[in-house]
């Protein structure tokens, strides 16, 4: 390529999402952003992107999304999916629509950005995926009971998809961020982390940033935990 690469990020009006942005931008990627409240549209005008206003659960919105990115720079080279938070509530309270909810946010917004983006890829004959997930996708916590459930899902899915276009130069890769400074948590939380602080969201950018990176050319259908050694099992 002789022009700079472009990227898709979702969830990008704060927290991780905006950072992932911020970092892309600093390495030289051109922009096309999307957030349910304005605030995508703010940081695109601020880093020269595209922004959109938009829900990632809404097929409408991804494809408004999608179709400017085509519109303006012609290519999608990388695409961050970021959703924010599934529901919570104890376990067998949380209701049927919820669950839905969840599936919608975590799983079905892939699925239906990836129908969107990967002929795109296809016919450039490249391009990379990376997903944010959850630490607790493989060690559930009953905190987190949707996410839980439905992030293991979405690593499977990783799995799969990775399988099905590696051979055609798209790679994917998921990334589980622990407890991250984007949301506040207690000393208990905290102690808990044997790094005894909580992730930097430009931590987790520069995870993201790398993964899209020719840097991780041979690296596919992965999932990175990236949480300063919360979980346990190896």
Known sequence: MTEAPVAIVTAAGKGMGA????????????????????RA?????????????????ESKDLETLVNRTIEAYGRIDGLAVSTGHAPKGSLLAIPDADWHRGLDLVILSV?????????VM?????????????????????????????????????????????????????????FIDSINQGEETIA??????????????RTVAFLLSPDAGYITGQSLRVDGGITRSV
């Open 19 to 38: 950072a992932i942005a911020r970092e892309l931008h600093a390495r030289g990627w051109r922009l096309a952003l999307l957030s349910p409240s304005g």
């Open 41 to 57: 549209e703010a940081l695109a005008a601020e880093l020269g992107g595209v922004g959109v206003t938009g829900s990632i659960t």
């Open 111 to 119: 699925v239906r950005l990836l129908r969107l983006v990967t002929p």
């Open 122 to 178: 296809e016919r450039q004959g490249a391009g990379a995926v990376v997903t944010l997930s959850t630490f607790s996708a493989f060690e559930p916590s009953l905190r987190f009971p949707v996410s839980s459930t439905l992030r293991a899902g979405l690593a499977s899915f990783v799995k799969l998809y990775a399988d099905e276009v590696a051979a055609k130069g798209i790679r994917i890769n998921n990334v589980m961020p622990g």
């Open 192 to 205: 808990a982390i044997p790094m005894k602080r909580l992730g930097r969201v430009e931590e987790i950018a």
